[in-house]
């Protein structure tokens, strides 16, 4: 009896295959009489899977450079049902972001992203319409605008100082330093407190190892490759389950802001004092709730990582490298001295400093493909053309390891940057790990701020050494590839106080 039902169960799903293989087989048929002779080279695909069976398997950012070697700088992928031109050169990267970039402006989204409909309020995510540039000036009016920068530069401050006395205490008793971990939580305090004046996590508690673990989830589905992605028409069954595991994990954001909102509403109820921090600037919009819920996660999710991220590869390329440690602390001390605190006027002062964390950004670009881009018209592209509706990326991490545009590219030197003018502000497109243009990421002076702000006073107050065992040339600098590209190994650190 159970034989039989399970004979029929399984002869049930035998039409429905079929008929998936053959919608798949016709697809990829009418893609390819569309777009024959129109495309970049690229490697030959397969019937129905295209070439995923070259990428599946292997770092996407290396395989995709990889493959660049062969078929030029800018090339065709096909991923199952969908058409990827893939860029991996300064000359196409401008072409991309600045030549054409209101056709380029476009925006595939994720089915991950989907969920819960965060796409239509997300403004990395939506296509560069009227509410995008809506958002946009929201970000940019009440969150980046040197006024309010400024502002809060106390704010910065204190959350610094903070990391510091904890890093202190773990210097007493000789405990390692989660690097990215308390990267993680001076950076989330700070944004909370900017959003909803208040700290949503501490050092020493279990909240910010959970707030962690879930913005890291969202991180790892959002970046997680997905067949109803290379197969739109699987999105209706979500084959892999995550779109529905990034349900979960939204909706865990979403409890945790909804009752920071509700609790705003009965303050503004009961007096007419506000807070002036970002949450009352959008509860003085039109913005309906599950749209703030929305638009304050992507902010959350996207924020608190990008500047750990950046300081756990810096620490990580100073403790690999103790000359260039060397040279970067005895600048610091030269510069502030051992007594004063690190300013943010200090910044500008560090020339070398500077040049670690450009040298950081492009060895480790923070985002190795940026944000995918999409085709709004059928765009020249170089001598190609590239059909409306189809995907483009750029290869950032390529471009930063490209021996031809970066002479010992594979090398850490920051004396590279010393030599010349550059900067990550997207005018440079050989260098632009925040890409370009009107897409480019709003958030990167907060992130110049924290960044540096982080690094000199950790490297001013201690000195760091790897725990036993571990040596510079032994220490696992392998990534994790996702949204973010992140150290697969955590870097944690013993500080020794000065």
Known sequence: MEMDAMFSLGF???????????????????????????????????????????????????????????????????????????????????????????????????????????????????????????????????????????????????????????????SATGKAVGINQVGFTTTLNLLSN????????????????????????????????????????????????????MTVYFKQLHAILDRHIEQRLQERGSRSITNNDFLDALLGTQMDRDSMKSFLTELFYAGSE??????????????????????????????IGSEKEVDESDIAKL??????????????????????????????????????????????WAIGHDSQVWPDAQVFKPERFLDKEIDFRGRDFEFTPFGAGRRICPGIPLVYRMVHLMLASLLQRFEWRLPDGIKPETLDMSEAFGILLTMASPLHAIPVAL
């Open 12 to 170: 049930s799903w035998v039409p429905f295959l079929l008929s998936l293989c053959c919608i798949l087989i016709v697809t990829a048929a009418i893609g390819r009489r569309r777009h024959h002779g129109q495309l970049p080279p690229g490697p030959t695909s397969l019937p129905i899977i295209g070439n995923l069976h070259q990428v599946l398997g292997e770092m996407p950012h290396i395989c995709f450079s990889r493959l660049a070697k062969t078929y030029g700088p800018v090339m065709t992928l096909r991923l199952g049902q969908v058409i990827t031109i893939v860029v991996s050169s300064p000359d196409m990267a401008r072409d991309v972001f600045q030549k054409n970039g209101i056709a380029f402006s476009g925006r595939p989204v994720p089915d991950a992203i989907r969920a819960l409909g965060h796409n239509e309020c997300a403004m990395a995510w939506l296509p560069a319409n009227q509410k995008w540039r809506n958002f946009r000036k929201i970000y940019m009016t009440e969150l980046f605008t040197s006024q309010r920068l400024n502002a809060n530069e106390g704010l910065r401050h204190q959350k610094v100082q903070e990391l510091l006395s904890f890093v202190s205490k773990c």
């Open 194 to 245: 900017t959003i909803l004046s208040t700290d949503l996590v501490s050092f020493e508690s279990k909240s910010s190892h959970e707030f962690k673990h879930l913005v890291e989830k969202i991180m790892e589905e959002a970046g997680r490759p997905n067949l109803a992605d290379f197969f739109p028409c699987l999105r209706v069954i979500d084959p892999q389950g995550i779109r529905r595991r």
């Open 306 to 335: 990008t500047s750990s991220v950046t300081v756990e590869w810096a620490m990580a390329e100073l403790l690999r490298h103790p000359k260039v440690m060397a040279r970067v602390r005895a600048e610091i001390k030269e510069v």
């Open 351 to 396: 020339q070398y400093l500077q040049a670690v964390v450009k040298e950081t950004f492009r060895i480790h670009p923070i985002a190795p493909f940026l944000l995918p881009r999409m085709a709004e018209s059928n765009v020249e592209l170089g001598a190609y053309t590239v059909p409306k509706g189809t995907r483009v990326v750029v290869n950032v």
